[in-house]
């Protein structure tokens, strides 16, 4: 398994942006697909992203579509959140994790996980 820490969460605005990384270290591997989750206070952790271990593949949740975008640059073995048009509602400890399955949304095909960040939207 590959080794995560995220960093990049914060307290912001509603309106505004923050970028999440993703840094690995340990075993990287070249199929080794890449997602995001998260998990609000009194709810379950949720889906929000995942990209394909060549980048070319992503998918995203409907409640984010058109304001996160999801990349990775492998030679800097890294993984990005872009998170535009912020909510209240997208206040949640934000988790990156590392599949050997091509972008899937389960949880439980993730083997490998951050420590997570927190992301506070203020109104």
């Known amino acids: 398994q590959v080794q995560l820490v995220e960093s990049g969460g914060g307290l912001v605005q509603a309106g505004g942006s923050l970028t999440l990384s993703c840094a690995a270290s340990g075993r990287t591997f070249s199929r080794y697909s890449m997602g995001w989750f998260r998990q609000a206070p009194g709810k379950e952790r949720e889906f929000v992203a995942a990209?394909?271990?060549?980048?070319?593949?992503?998918n995203y949740a409907d409640s984010v579509k058109g304001r996160f975008t999801i990349s990775r640059v492998s030679a800097k073995n890294t993984v990005y959140l872009q998170m535009n048009s912020l909510r209240p509602e997208d206040t949640a400890v934000y988790y990156c994790?590392?599949?050997?399955?091509?972008?899937?949304?389960?949880?439980?095909?993730?083997?490998?996980w951050g420590q997570g960040t927190q992301v506070t939207v203020s109104s």
């Open positions: 990209i394909g271990w060549s980048g070319g593949r992503t």
């Open positions: 994790a590392g599949s050997a399955f091509p972008v899937v949304t389960a949880e439980t095909k993730y083997d490998s």
